[in-house]
């Protein structure tokens, strides 16, 4: 499979935000949530952005892909209709599930990390890939709690996804962050562990701490100790992109465009 | 490669995991073993507060109109009514005032009321 295209800095595209997304400086692309739009009339917001030659790319948030059922084909076919409405080079979802046993979380819920969890996932990310008109990129997910009888660490199990399926890694580090705050995880031995040259881009966010839980909000200014770990997957490897995830609680222009700076001075190695 | 009776198993075996995780968190279900009891509880308030956040925007006169009893009614509707996969926001939204009404927190003459005043 080719390379990944260089991305840059970039933000999630938000109906809320639209204007200040227009106008920010420093947008090299966007993504915008796959669920929210429809292929046949997507946003005016968006179509300006595109005109511009911004690269937009849908991000799924309810494939399951992780769940115990075969991915949901019309799912995957609307993702891959944005995909196409907006020329995407590239879409993605999460490792994880959202729906069992006839209920529906409303969440990103972490998989057991077990040797039949990734073969179910592999076989309904391959399924996605064929139904897919664009390549597509995984995500790890925050988790609040951790599933008994793991085989794989995180990092190996992404791993192993990847080989197995030849899908692209969306690694957010405000979701390391959590987890080693909440499930203490290692983010540095899961940066270890994944193949770096599928890193499609990064996820950024912001988060609140509530003493012994870390909320990883998208509602907070990011804090230094996530751009900590955006440094430290930077030391690894140059990556194609990284995205400011801000889905509430928006702040001034002014506020996203210092934390857009923030990103792109770790990316540059030029932080103060 | 792995068959595909084996990822059949293995999809079974998972299908039991997750639904039991799911149901424990949303509908009061036994705490499934090996987890951390006290993960589970922070698991559950924040799906619980995700949840209820969304409904509090998309039906924010529902939830000014019952103020300080939203958060308690909006509890106890929950657990009794885990939202169902493939249903929408906002029919959780709307199943919540419903059951509201029912109960008697909310009047019940709401759309009528609405019929008569747009009418004028």
């Not at chain 1, 040797?115 to 609040?144: F, G, I, S, T, Y």
Request: glycine share 8%.
């Amino acid at each position: 499979m080719a390379g990944i295209a260089e991305l840059g800095v970039g933000i999630g595209w938000r109906p809320e935000i639209d204007l200040t997304v227009e106008r920010l400086p420093g947008v090299d692309f966007v993504e915008v949530v796959a669920e929210n739009l429809h292929a046949g009339h997507l946003p005016e917001s968006v179509v300006l952005l595109r005109e511009r030659g911004i690269p937009v790319l849908p991000h799924a948030v309810s494939l399951s892909l992780g769940g115990a059922e075969p991915v949901d084909l019309g799912r995957v076919e609307h993702l891959g209709e944005v995909a196409e409405a907006v020329g995407a080079p590239m879409v993605s979802d999460h490792v994880c599930f959202v729906r069992a046993g006839g209920l529906d979380s409303g969440h990103l819920m972490p998989v057991p990390r077990t040797r039949d969890a990734l073969d179910v996932l592999v076989a309904n990310v391959k399924l996605a890939q064929r139904n897919l008109p664009v390549p597509l990129a995984l995500e790890n997910v925050a988790a609040l709690l951790e599933w008994p009888d793991g085989e794989l660490s995180e990092g190996e199990f992404l791993a192993e996804l990847v080989e197995r399926t030849d899908c692209w890694l969306l690694v957010d580090v405000a979701n390391l962050y959590a987890n080693a705050r909440n499930i203490g995880t290692d983010p540095e031995r899961f940066l270890d562990e994944i193949p770096l040259e599928r890193l499609a881009y990064v996820h950024v966010a912001g988060g609140v701490d509530h003493g012994d839980v870390y909320h990883d909000t998208h509602a907070h200014a990011v804090l230094p100790e996530v751009l900590g770990v955006l440094g430290e997957l930077c030391s690894r490897v140059t990556p194609p992109g990284v995205l400011l995830e801000r889905d509430d609680n928006y702040p001034s222009d002014a506020e996203i465009a210092s934390e857009l700076a923030a990103i792109r001075a770790v990316v540059t190695g030029r932080q103060g | 490669m792995i068959d595909e009776n084996e990822v059949s198993a293995a999809r079974e075996r998972l299908a039991e995991k997750q639904a039991e995780l799911l149901h424990a968190l949303l509908a009061n279900g036994p705490a499934p073993a090996g987890f951390d009891e006290q993960r589970l509880g922070v698991e559950k308030r924040a799906l619980l507060s995700k949840r209820r956040g969304i409904v509090r925007v998309l039906g924010p006169a529902v939830a000014d109109e019952l103020g300080d009893r939203f958060r308690p009614l909006f509890d106890a509707y929950a657990v009794e009514h885990p939202r169902r996969a493939g249903s929408r926001a906002r029919e959780d939204a709307a199943a919540f005032a419903e059951w509201c009404r029912a109960a008697g927190e909310l009047p019940t003459h709401r759309k009528a009321r609405w019929k008569f005043w747009r009418s004028h």
